[in-house]
């Protein structure tokens, strides 16, 4: 039993006979007694190992075990790199972020939605701009419009501190259900920016 969780059996663990035989180029050699089995591989300098031990009667392959556990190790290798470990990256903007600045980091948040990461977007307030939460939601809000075909709201803006927080995820269409309120805000900032400036 320990034989088949290290893997197949191999050459004299082989006991059952007799077992159905393909050789190296995946030709059939017909059913053969194991010991005539095991002399076929020897003869080729290679293994006998079984491939289907539940078929009746077994199905054992001649190969090179050494190498067939390689190649296994590197396959099971290329798929855990393939399995994407999904990772929260954070993204820091000011309320009063310039154009630039804007633009160079909503570029990086596409990257990471891009490779299948999540993105945390956090507004830091200083000061009197504490006042203002509605800036800071004006931007996230303007993230999620520039990134809504490749991005969705998985947590809404939320102030905590002097931080404002969200956080958005691979997928598209921005929010499921944009909240009122952040229309309402979103709007009272356009209003501000526009005498600001």
Known sequence: MNGKDRGPRVNYQIRISPVRVIDEDGEQ????????????????GLDLVEVAPNARP??????????????????EKE????????????????????????????????????????????????GREMMH????????????????????VEQEPKLEGRNMTMVIAPGHGGFRNRPPVAEESDSEAEEVDETET
């Open 58 to 75: 077994p199905v054992c392959k001649i190969m090179d075990y050494g190498r067939y556990k390689y190649e296994q190790a590197k396959k």
């Open 79 to 126: 798929a855990k790199k393939k399995q994407h470990q999904v990772t929260v990256k954070e993204m820091k903007f000011r309320p009063k972020i310039d154009d630039h600045d804007y633009e160079f980091k909503v570029a990086h948040v596409r990257e990471f939605l891009e490779k299948g990461d999540k993105a945390k977007l956090t507004i830091m307030f200083r």
């Open 29 to 44: 050699l017909g059913i053969l007694e194991v010991e005539q089995a095991r002399q076929a591989a020897e003869e080729r």
């Open 133 to 152: 939460p509605e800036f800071g939601e004006a931007i996230l809000l303007r993230v999620v419009e520039d990134l809504q075909d490749v991005a969705v």
